[in-house]
Structure formats: structure tokens, C-alpha cells
């Protein structure tokens, strides 16, 4: 069965980001999204599991920056399966079976490199 989390980025009024990532039997127990809200935290993104791991076997979810060493692009949900994504053009989008190649090295929504 496919493991369902969710990765939110919220940004504080210090313009600080923060990271909360819950699966879904944390959020259905407790909510935490509504107390930051509350807190003055804006939620900026809500990014899914892809149920894929990293050569570091770090979870890779949808947005996340991935190189494999040649190519740097993102991640993202279609048809059922986590697509790279090079230079926002379609032309070189494919799908990958080869993600333990693959390094997740930041996400677009914190513009976070190594």
C-alpha cells in the first residue's frame, strides 16, 4: 500500500521557512497546520510523498530539486508517476525507474541548494 505524507512549508513573519511533515494518520490524530496559520505563519506549499527514496535515502516528494550528477530539475505527479522535469521543458520530461541514482538537493518552493 502506497504510503501517503505530506510535506508543508510554511514561511513565518520573519519570513523564515519552516518544514512539518505528517502522514496521514498524524493529521487525521492532530492538526498542527491550523495553530501555525493561527501563529501568523502563511502556508506556502503542500507537497506529496512520491513513496520514492534519494541515493541517500532521503524521501523524495513532489517539487523536490534532484540531480543525478549530470542534470538538476524537479519533481512532479503525473499519470500515477514521479516525472523529472529539466529546464521547465517538456520536451525533457520523462519518467524515471532509476531514483536511487538521484539526489534531492533542495525543493522550488524554499529555493534551498547545497
Given at each position: ?8 512549508y510554511?514561511?513565518?513573519r520573519?519570513?523564515k ?28 506549499a503542500?507537497?506529496?510523498?512520491t ?14 530539486i534532484?540531480?543525478?550528477?549530470i ?6 505527479w503525473h ?7 529539466v ?12 531514483w ?15
Amino acid at each position: 500500500m502506497r504510503e501517503i505524507k505530506i510535506k508543508y512549508y510554511f514561511k513565518d513573519r520573519e519570513n523564515k521557512i519552516h518544514i512539518l511533515t505528517e502522514s496521514i494518520e498524524e493529521i487525521e490524530s492532530h492538526n498542527d497546520i491550523p495553530v501555525n496559520i493561527k501563529n501568523g505563519w502563511e502556508l506556502i506549499a503542500r507537497c506529496i510523498y512520491t513513496n520514492l527514496t534519494d541515493k541517500n535515502n532521503i524521501e523524495i516528494y513532489e517539487e523536490d530539486i534532484v540531480t543525478n550528477g549530470i542534470d538538476k530539475g524537479y519533481v512532479f505527479w503525473h499519470t500515477g508517476r514521479a516525472m523529472f522535469c529539466v529546464d521547465n521543458s517538456i520536451t525533457d520530461i520523462a519518467p524515471m525507474d532509476d531514483w536511487d541514482t538521484f539526489e534531492v538537493i533542495g525543493n522550488i518552493n524554499t529555493k534551498l541548494l547545497k
